[in-house]
């Protein structure tokens, strides 16, 4: 029996293939007949997408598929997880329409892939319902589905401020997050067990799920509704976050519950393109493009990167590079430059190209809430990989101490002393001087080992986040008595934890500190680069051209001081660059200036959003006596 051989699709048209499952016993041979879909003209009840893992490509098991109009058969090789999938998944006496990827996507065909991939986020959004497959049952994930079953009916959920509340009065220790929720060992490690499948970690599970109307999730026989297992998970994850004793013994189950919380707790279209690559920075993928087109059906509306096309056939840091200039090119912005990082691994490709094929550690500073740049970026692609940007050079590196080693979280041990790693970054500091603006030396240092984001109960109930009175008395102690440290400042140790992981502590010769990544040593010049929120560690080279080293937070630099000057206000103030430019408005005329706000010109019609500022712009910098400097990227 010959091997199938896929007519191909128009990828001109809207259209996909669906995979008849024929009916059948367990053990009976898997057969299956294809047919096409317009998704156009779709009603949303024609079919089941499956949403699951791969798993191994070796020892592959052969399915038949049968073409209606010749009655011949033919092989097609799948995994072994997918044909048991289909065998948990078949009818016994009626066919089941279903869009499996491995399947309704010949994968053999480069350019097929890539406009197929472009559909998915209307395949998935226009299926009847998506099947997510875990895998087969056994008894502790029978258990673990009951549980998490019967946690949800307790519990109601508002998506949109992130609450939850007790589905009737005597569940209310269930909504209520400052009760930490006990588990036994049976409970804890059925929970474990189930949130390690190898579905959670993949990439493509977030357009999967995000996109759908409804999905339920399968082991085996076993089945929940998706919306219900949302609601367990995110109270399992509340109270966990906040019961400290409880995730010190339940480490390895915590960082799995935050793993799944960060997909439960999302809506798509909610961010860009850069948010959901920090969000989704520890998932799984086999293609390196994937990185990005796997999320393209998901990303806010307004991101310029909706225009990519998958291409397949080209290389990935060719992907990359061509996303950079499409940001430079349609939203005058350089954001995308955080993401870069200089380490030994990376391709051979320019260095202010990110390499999204590697699995980044640690939270993009871009993204922490801080960063002030609001500048309009002045740049352009010169040729052979050279990127031409404007910028300030605002302090030099003098000396610099490794931080946590920039390994995978679930590989450093919770206990790791953070009050050794603090005293020896104090070493780098002078505690009897003012730090460089005129506040206390401490409390910048303070400030800086968690990017200077501590809970501001008038603003939010985030009870996670440090109190920075609590650090600061927590920090003084150390700094001041040689390392000693009394009491527990376990909110700021675990922010410290999560900020330092893969960065290094830095001073500068100006009399900064910060944190910077690993790679990062004396002589690297600190740069607010137009239209980038963050500050960026950029080396000179013998060619008169500067590598990217990467993103770094350094304290007193990160709202626009090297633009505007030092802060006359509390550092957690919105700054006013001055009067808007000659035809330009708020665009919300009864809103006050702040980050958030949109502008638009009178005359033109010309519309700026956040980050941007018209005020903001090259001339309107210079004229503040700013001296602007050229950096060639290389």
């Given amino acids: 029996m010959s091997r199938y051989a896929y007519a191909p699709l128009d990828p001109s048209a809207s259209t996909t293939r669906l995979m008849n499952l024929?009916?059948?016993?367990?053990?009976?041979?898997?057969?299956?007949?294809?047919?096409?879909?317009?998704?156009?003209?779709?009603?949303?009840?024609?079919?089941?997408?499956?949403?699951?893992?791969?798993?191994?490509?070796d020892n592959p098991l052969e399915i038949y598929i049968t073409d209606p109009s010749t009655n011949i058969k033919a092989i097609l090789p799948v995994t072994q997880n997918l044909a048991l999938a289909l065998r948990y998944l078949r009818l016994p006496h009626l066919s089941?329409?279903?869009?499996?990827?491995?399947?309704?996507?010949?994968?053999?065909?480069?350019e097929e892939r890539g406009h197929q991939v472009k559909k998915m986020g209307d395949i998935y959004h226009t299926t009847r319902q998506v099947i997510?497959?875990?895998?087969?049952a056994t008894d502790d994930s029978a258990f673990a589905i009951r549980i998490l079953r019967g946690m949800s009916a307790t519990i109601e959920v508002d998506w949109q401020t992130l609450t939850m509340r007790p589905t009737t009065p005597a569940d209310g220790n269930w909504a209520n997050p400052q009760i930490p929720l006990m588990c036994d060992n049976k409970t804890s490690n059925s929970f474990y067990n189930l949130l390690q499948a190898p579905w959670f970690n993949r990439l493509w599970i977030w357009q999967e799920v995000l996109l759908s109307r409804t999905a339920e999730i399968h082991i085996g026989y076993e089945t929940l509704a998706w919306n219900n297992f949302r609601k367990a998970i995110f109270c399992l994850a509340r109270k966990m976050i906040l019961d400290s004793t409880l995730k010190r013994v339940?480490?390895?189950?915590?960082?799995?519950v935050a793993n799944v919380h960060r997909l439960v707790a999302r809506k798509p279209f909610d961010a860009g393109l850069i948010s959901y690559i920090e969000a989704t920075?520890?998932?799984?993928?086999s293609d390196p493009r994937d990185r990005i087109y796997a999320l393209l059906g998901i990303i806010s509306r307004g991101d310029c990167v909706l225009d990519l096309k998958p291409v397949y056939t080209q290389p990935a840091s060719s992907v990359f590079q061509d996303i950079?200039?499409?940001?430079?090119?349609?939203?005058?912005?350089?954001?995308?430059?955080?993401?870069?990082e200089l380490c030994a691994n990376k391709p051979q490709s320019p260095s202010w190209v990110p390499d999204w094929s590697n699995r980044r550690v640690h939270q993009l500073i871009l993204l922490t809430g801080n960063p002030g740049n609001r500048s309009v970026a002045k740049a352009d692609y010169i040729s052979a990989g050279l990127l031409r940007a404007t910028g300030v050079s605002a302090a030099a590196i003098s000396d610099t101490q490794p931080g946590i080693p920039a390994a995978d979280i679930q590989?450093?041990?919770?206990?790791?002393?953070i009050h050794q790693m603090i005293h020896m970054f104090s070493k780098l500091i002078n505690t009897h001087q003012p730090y460089i603006d005129g506040s206390d030396i401490i409390d910048a240092f303070c400030r800086t080992l968690v990017g200077d984001i501590f809970a501001q109960p008038q603003f939010t109930a985030d009870t996670t986040l440090p109190s920075l009175d609590k650090s600061l008395a927590y920090v003084s102690n150390i700094c001041r008595n040689f390392g000693e440290h009394s009491g527990s400042c376990e909110n700021y140790l675990e922010k410290v934890f999560v900020f330092t992981q893969g960065r290094c502590f830095v001073t500068t010769q100006e009399g900064y500190v910060g944190l910077a990544p690993l790679a990062s040593k004396a002589g690297d010049q600190i740069c607010i680069i137009l239209g980038c929120r963050s500050p960026l560690v950029l080396r000179p080279t013998t060619k008169r051209t500067y590598t990217v080293v990467g993103e770094c937070y350094i304290h007193g630099l990160m709202q626009d001081e090297a633009l505007l000057g030092p802060l006359p206000y509390k550092p957690d103030s919105t700054e006013s660059p001055g009067d808007l430019p000659r035809g330009w408005m708020i665009r919300d005329p009864g809103a006050e200036t702040g980050p958030n706000n949109w502008?638009?010109?009178?005359?033109?019609?010309e519309e700026t959003k956040y980050p941007i500022d018209p005020r903001m712009t090259v001339e309107s910098i210079e004229a503040r006596g700013v001296e602007l400097r050229e950096f060639v990227l290389e």
């Fill in 96 to 110: 089941r329409t279903l869009w499996i990827d491995a399947i309704c996507i010949d994968q053999q065909n480069l």
């Fill in 324 to 340: 950079v200039l499409l940001y430079l090119r349609r939203q005058s912005s350089l954001d995308i430059l955080a993401c870069c």
């Fill in 281 to 285: 920075i520890r998932c799984q993928f």
């Fill in 22 to 57: 024929l009916p059948g016993l367990f053990d009976d041979d898997i057969n299956i007949s294809l047919e096409t879909l317009d998704l156009a003209n779709n009603d949303h009840q024609q079919y089941e997408a499956l949403s699951y893992a791969w798993g191994s490509k």
């Fill in 250 to 256: 339940r480490g390895d189950l915590a960082r799995l």
């Fill in 411 to 417: 590989d450093v041990p919770i206990s790791m002393d």
């Fill in 599 to 605: 502008y638009v010109h009178s005359a033109t019609g």
């Fill in 132 to 136: 997510i497959w875990l895998g087969p």
